[in-house]
C-alpha cells in the first residue's frame, strides 16, 4: 500500500540548476498539492491540481511550475533554483471534499547552493 | 497567510500527563482537521470535526471546537513518549476544498 511516493528523498542543486520533483499517489485521488516546509513557517501551498490536466497557483508560487499529465502524477519543476527555495517539500493528495483528509508523502530535501 | 494558528509554538511534558494544544483561526469553516509529523515524515491525519459539532474523541485524543471563539483544542490524554511530534491544524476557509495549515505546536513527551 505505497499511498504517495515522493522522489527523490535528497537533493542538492547549485544556484541557477534546474530540477524536477515527482509525485505519485495510488489512490486514484482528484486533488494533488505541493507544500513547502520552512522552519516556523508551517506548511505553506505551492500549487495544487484539481484533476488531470487542471493546475492553480497557491500561496507562494513563484519560481516553480507544475504540470499534471496523468490523474496520479504531479510534478513540480524549479526552473532555475535560488538558495530561498532551499526547503522540504511534501506532496500529498485527496478525495474531492473538504471533509476527507490529505494523504502526504515523507517529503524531499531540497538544498540550493 | 496561516488561516490556523496553534499554541503553544513548543510543549514539553513527562509521560502520562495530558498535553492540550489549541487552534484559533480568521475566517468561518466547514471542518477543522488535526494531524501529526514525526521528525523526517510526512504529515498524518489523526482526526476531523465538523463545524455542527461540538467534540469528538479518537481513542487518546480529544477535540474540541468552538465556532463562536473561532478555535479548537486537541488533548492527548495519558502521553507516551511515542507522542513526540508536531501537531498542525488545518481549516478550509470559506468552504474551499484547499485546507490551510497552521504553523504547528511541537510536543516533546520525556519518557
Known amino acids: 500500500n505505497a499511498g504517495v511516493t515522493q522522489t527523490p528523498k535528497f537533493r542538492v542543486l547549485k544556484t541557477g540548476q534546474s530540477m524536477t520533483l515527482l509525485c505519485a499517489q495510488d489512490?486514484?485521488?482528484?486533488?494533488m498539492y505541493w507544500y513547502r516546509q520552512d522552519p516556523g513557517m508551517g506548511l505553506r501551498l505551492i500549487h495544487y491540481?484539481?484533476?488531470?490536466?487542471?493546475?492553480a497557483k497557491g500561496e507562494v508560487p513563484d519560481g516553480y511550475n507544475v504540470s499534471r499529465l496523468k490523474k496520479q502524477n504531479f510534478l513540480l519543476g524549479l526552473e532555475s533554483a535560488a538558495p530561498s527555495q532551499t526547503s522540504v517539500y511534501f506532496c500529498?493528495?485527496?478525495?474531492?471534499?473538504?471533509?476527507?483528509?490529505?494523504?502526504f508523502g515523507d517529503g524531499t530535501r531540497l538544498s540550493i547552493l | 497567510s496561516q488561516q490556523g494558528e496553534e499554541d503553544p509554538q513548543a510543549l514539553s511534558i513527562q509521560e502520562g500527563e495530558n498535553a492540550t494544544m489549541n487552534c484559533s483561526y480568521k475566517?468561518?469553516?466547514?471542518?477543522l482537521q488535526w494531524y501529526r509529523q514525526n521528525s523526517g515524515r510526512g504529515l498524518v491525519h489523526l482526526i476531523l470535526?465538523?463545524?455542527?459539532?461540538r467534540e469528538k474523541h479518537s481513542g487518546r485524543l480529544r477535540v474540541t471546537l468552538d465556532t463562536s471563539k473561532k478555535s479548537s483544542s486537541l488533548l492527548i490524554t495519558a502521553s507516551r513518549a511515542a507522542d513526540t511530534a508536531s501537531y498542525f491544524c488545518?481549516?478550509?476557509?470559506?468552504?474551499?476544498?484547499?485546507?490551510?495549515f497552521g504553523r504547528g505546536t511541537s510536543l516533546i513527551v520525556h519518557p
Open positions: 470535526i465538523r463545524s455542527n459539532e
Open positions: 489512490m486514484n485521488h482528484e486533488y
Open positions: 500529498a493528495s485527496s478525495y474531492v471534499r473538504s471533509d476527507q483528509p490529505q494523504h
Open positions: 491540481s484539481v484533476g488531470e490536466g487542471t493546475t
Open positions: 475566517t468561518s469553516i466547514n471542518n
Open positions: 488545518a481549516t478550509d476557509a470559506g468552504g474551499s476544498y484547499i485546507p490551510t
